[in-house]
């Protein structure tokens, strides 16, 4: 093609026939350009194509990894609600009239559970291969600021849960090492330094230290409940939002 073109040219130039060259010159300029602009096209069109398959397979793992985050929310806020129905009854018990030292002993040495599920952490494998890639560019506006504002949302959650469970860890172990509660984790779990142990407490000390660590438990479950709760509502809007029902 390029040479019938060449000869084309060469046979006007032979003959003089200048106005029609310059024409024909024109002419094939403008046949380069038209080819540059459909090749640039048609790349342009595979790039947009392939961003549109590659965002495809991104949500599809996005969706997948917070389709299990929720699952996993349910979960806890249903284990939380079921641990502060114990705790209630349990308050019930300490707070009657006829409660005395003898029942918060029982208690703590039988019934209370002073151990709990902690928060497992977010599935962020989808969020994190996209951010090492930098491929944010092929989603929309609206869908980088929604799971980017998301993920800030975990954050902030994540960071008061954290702090919930350090107040009441740090409460727990306070009061375990001195009133040891589940007899699988101590040491002098029966016997005759049990006994001692709790025959000589301080008994103003003692109610203090459980009614530290109780409390503290309970702080927990309803913080992280209600920040558990938060998290379920906007990833259910998120995938309402960005995905088919």
Same mark, same amino acid.
């Given at each position: ?13 032979? $003959? ?42 991104? %949500?599809?793992?996005? %969706?997948? #990894? ?51 599920? +902690?928060?497992? #952490? ?33 954050? $902030? ?16 172990? #306070? ?6 509660? #589940? ?11 049990? $006994? ?6 301080? %008994?103003? $000390? ?12 309970? +702080? ?26």
């Amino acid at each position: 093609m390029i040479k019938f073109f060449k000869r084309i040219r060469q046979r006007m130039i032979k $003959e003089n026939r200048f106005s029609r060259y310059m024409l024909y010159a024109i002419g094939e300029i403008v046949l380069v350009v038209i080819g540059i602009m459909i090749a640039l096209q048609v790349n342009n069109l595979n790039e947009q194509n392939k961003a549109e398959r590659l965002a495809v397979d991104y %949500k599809i793992m996005v %969706k997948s #990894d917070l389709q299990r985050d929720t699952a996993f929310y349910k979960d806890y806020i249903r284990y939380m609600e079921e641990e502060m129905v114990k705790w209630n009854r349990l308050k019930e018990r300490v707070t009657s009239s006829n409660a005395n030292l003898d029942t918060l002993i029982y208690i703590n040495k039988n019934e209370f559970n002073f151990f709990l599920r +902690t928060f497992q #952490d977010f599935n962020l494998g989808a969020y994190n291969t996209i951010d090492a890639a930098g491929d944010w560019s092929v989603f929309t506006k609206a869908f980088t600021q929604d799971i980017t504002a998301l993920r800030v949302l975990q954050t $902030e959650a994540k960071k008061q849960i954290e702090l919930q469970f350090a107040i009441y860890a740090s409460s727990l172990n #306070d009061h375990g090492k001195n009133y040891p509660g #589940d007899k699988s984790f101590i040491m002098i779990s029966n016997g005759p330094l049990n $006994e001692y142990l709790w025959s000589h407490l301080n %008994k103003t $000390e003692y109610v203090k230290s459980f009614n530290g660590a109780a409390t503290s438990r309970a +702080t927990y479950f309803r913080t992280t409940i209600a920040e558990t709760q938060r998290l379920l509502n906007n990833t259910d809007d998120f995938l309402l939002t960005h995905f088919e029902k």
